[in-house]
């Protein structure tokens, strides 16, 4: 195994930038949790997924994410068509994980009371700073998109319009989405989006920002200090 890393450094760089993605999934999934044990809503691109998990509970976060993420893939095949490259199959095991931690998370923190609210705001807090470590990590790792980002992307690619704008316009559609549902299946009552979720949308750039400053050379000197060690040896 050993000789073949040697003889392709690249395979190890992939590797190690997959386990990156990996650790950020599972962060990622972890935060989601934590916000919705807040009761003050989830990030906007959970938000959808969150409602129709409090109204259909027979399914759990988790597994209404998977739909969800699922869906967003089929979108881009849908507007990429044959520019949809293979390599982005590899969103369906990835939502599936991500569905997963979040449940894991989930029951984790179920053992966990809290009553007053700025308890539960300290919780959104938390789970805005582990989603922002989360997307930093899945930036610097640099593999493959998840499927929300993906779906931006696509959308991105086809009407010709910057990444950034379509993001913007793509959370506040999912936030709009979620709400409509809230106020559908609960009799116009906010559920499942909340004030917790404006502070997500509005808190984790600048999360990201953080870590990407602090933790990006560190790891990408481990990164490229590893393959080169391999090279060497």
């Not at 929300?148 to 910057?162: R, T």
């Not at 997500?200 to 990201?208: D, H, K, L, P, S």
């Amino acid at each position: 195994m050993k000789g073949c890393f040697k003889k392709n450094p690249l395979i190890w760089d992939l590797v190690r930038r997959y386990a990156l993605f990996l650790c950020s999934l599972f962060f990622s999934g972890i935060s989601v949790a934590i916000t919705r044990k807040a009761e003050l809503g989830v990030s906007p691109i959970s938000s959808v997924a969150n409602v129709l998990s409090i109204q259909f509970p027979m399914l759990s976060l988790g597994n209404w994410l998977i739909i969800w993420n699922c869906l967003l893939i089929l979108g881009q095949i849908i507007l990429l068509r044959k520019k949809f490259q293979f390599v982005q199959f590899l969103q369906i095991p990835i939502s599936f994980l991500f569905g997963w931690f979040t449940d894991f998370g989930v029951w984790i923190f179920s053992y966990i009371q809290i009553n007053a609210y700025w308890e539960r705001l300290l919780f959104v807090a938390i789970g805005t700073i582990a989603l922002g470590f989360s997307i930093s990590l899945s930036v610097i790792a640099n593999v493959i998109m998840n499927s929300g980002e993906a779906f931006v992307n696509a959308i991105s690619l086809s009407v010709n319009k910057p990444f950034g704008n379509i993001k913007v316009i793509f959370d506040i559609s999912c936030v709009v989405a979620a709400v409509i549902l809230s106020l559908l299946f609960f009799h116009f009552q906010l559920v499942g989006t909340r004030e917790g979720t404006i502070i997500t949308a509005i808190c984790t750039g600048f999360a990201v920002k953080f870590f990407d400053k602090l933790l990006r050379k560190p790891i990408e000197k481990i990164l490229v200090g590893k393959s080169s060690a391999f090279l060497n040896s």
